[in-house]
């Protein structure tokens, strides 16, 4: 398993499919996975710091397993099949329990308790992409793009 970092969300042009950046922690890969426009709304929330007046699904989720005592361990992002993403919520005290969720859902979860975000070896193997330094200029692009946007830029 390899942490990843979250680097943020975008919308994909011309589709209009929101994707999640995540980057190796200490590596040179990064993972795109696209996600749906609320899920992209819960991220660019938490990483704009923005708390709106009634708890979204992702903020009921943590308070819950906050009353339950069963913190967010990590998340593990560990498979890729059919071209779909699969995620583990590791829970409890030691992470002994896991639930399965989609990576988007864990992603928007992991980001509000301040859980590490991993993947397989073999998922960034497979879907991981190294970005070409003529390329960091794009990433430095999506930085300032992450900057700027609103979450209700990602509602249809």
């Known amino acids: ?22 980057r190796e922690v200490e590596g040179d890969r ?3 996975i696209w996600i749906g426009a609320v899920e992209a709304t819960a991220i660019a929330y938490e990483q704009q710091g923005v708390k709106p ?3 979204l699904t992702h903020d009921l989720l943590r308070d819950l397993l906050e009353a339950l005592s ?11 099949r059919d071209n779909i993403f699969y995620a583990d919520l ?11 969720a989609r990576p988007s859902d864990a992603i928007a979860l992991a980001l509000r308790v301040g859980a590490p975000v991993r993947c397989a070896d073999q998922v960034l193997d497979e879907a991981g ?3 070409p330094d003529e390329q960091e200029d794009e990433v430095e692009k999506f930085r300032e793009f992450l900057e ?9």
Do not use: C, H, K, W
């Open 148 to 156: 700027q946007v609103r979450p209700e830029d990602f509602a249809s």
């Open 1 to 22: 398993m390899r942490e990843l970092s979250v680097v943020g969300v975008r919308v994909e042009l011309p589709t209009n499919q929101p994707i999640v950046l995540l």
């Open 90 to 100: 590791l829970l409890g005290e030691a992470g002994a329990i896991r639930v399965s």
């Open 129 to 131: 992409i190294i970005i």
């Open 53 to 55: 007046a009634r708890p």
């Open 70 to 80: 069963a913190p967010l361990q990590a998340v593990e992002i560990v498979e890729l």
């Open 30 to 32: 990064y993972l795109p």
